[in-house]
Structure formats: C-alpha cells, structure tokens
C-alpha cells in the first residue's frame, strides 16, 4: 500500500495559495481515480487503486510546517512503510510549473519536509516538488508561499499539477519508491 499525502494548509484562507499546490494535485488525483475523499481527524482521505496498487491519498489537516505527526498516524493506521509514501510539496528553488521526483535527501530549507524527516526519523521517502518560483524583489519568502497565483500564472500551474499527478501515478505504477 502506498500513502500519497499533499501539504497544505488548512482553513479557506490558504485555500489558493502556493504553499496548497500538494493539496491541489491531491484534489486532481482524486477526480482522476473517481474517489472522494472523507474528513478524518488527520486531513482527508480517500482509499483508491491504481493498477493492482492500493493507495491512501491525503490532503493532512495539519499546516505545512507540522505536517510530520499527521502523516506519521496515516502510515500507522494503514501500515504504511516510508519507502511506500510519496510527498507532493510547493518547492521555492525549482522554477515556476516545473518538476522534480527525489527519492530521498535533507529537507532543503522545506519546514514541512523537515517535520516529515524528524518525525519518521529517515529522509527515504519520494518527493513530488512542484516549483513555485522564487519571490519577487525583496518579498518576504514566508509571505511569497501564502501568497495565491495571478490568474497569469494559473494556466501554467494547472498544467503543471496534472503534471504531478500523473508522474504521481507512474511511480506507484513503476513501483520505484
């Protein structure tokens, strides 16, 4: 079994910002597999299959930068091992609307992926990074991550989160994780 969690944060006022583009892609995998995800203590959840792979999809109810408790009570839950879990996450260092899959490595400065490493006590677990730019001039990067898309950049975006589902889904596929 697989566990494909997004970060995010919760509440209506993150509801569109860049630091949510985990929980988008989430949101689009789930219509993708025709599965609804159900509000749990941890986030919402929606238990789905690609091929013969079972998969826990989770948008967690934590915020970005505490997201490792949660995540680490969905694997107890289910069972699931680190190397079968796969983050998506926002990445400031990545161009904007590009990817990149990382098998494993240290946080990059990611306070959320930090939480993850800390509480599973490893850094072997898949990353989906969706790029979201670097903030403009002197902007605050904690501001520049709570800040939503123009409607300039969500074209773009829109593509790029399709993007991350379906490389999402070739890696259970592949099973390479």
């Known amino acids: 079994m697989f566990l494909v969690a997004g970060l995010g944060n919760p509440g209506q006022e993150y509801f569109d910002t860049r630091h949510n583009v985990g ?8 219509s993708l597999l025709q599965v609804k995800l159900q ?28 997201s490792g408790p949660a995540v680490k009570e969905i694997m107890r839950k289910y ?9 998506i ?9 590009k990817l990149r899959v990382r098998q494993d490595g240290s946080s990059g400065g990611h306070r959320g992926i930090g939480s ?3 509480t599973l006590a490893t850094d072997k677990f898949c ?7 670097r903030p403009p001039g002197r902007m605050d990067p904690a501001d520049f991550v709570l800040s939503p898309f123009t409607s300039k ?14 490389a999402t889904i070739a ?3 592949k099973e390479t994780v």
Do not use: C, Q, Y
């Open 153 to 166: 950049e969500w074209p773009e975006m829109e593509v790029a989160i399709a993007e991350a589902a379906e």
């Open 23 to 30: 929980h988008v892609v989430i949101d689009h995998m789930a």
């Open 79 to 87: 069972r699931v091992l680190p190397d079968k879990f796969i983050v």
């Open 89 to 97: 996450h926002d990445d400031l260092d990545l161009g904007f609307a």
């Open 127 to 133: 990353r989906v990074k969706v790029g979201i730019g």
């Open 39 to 66: 509000k749990t203590p941890s986030g919402k959840i929606a238990e789905a299959k690609i091929g013969d792979r079972k998969i826990i999809l989770a948008k967690l109810a934590s915020f970005v930068n505490t």
């Open 116 to 118: 993850l490493i800390t």
């Open 171 to 173: 890696i259970i596929n």
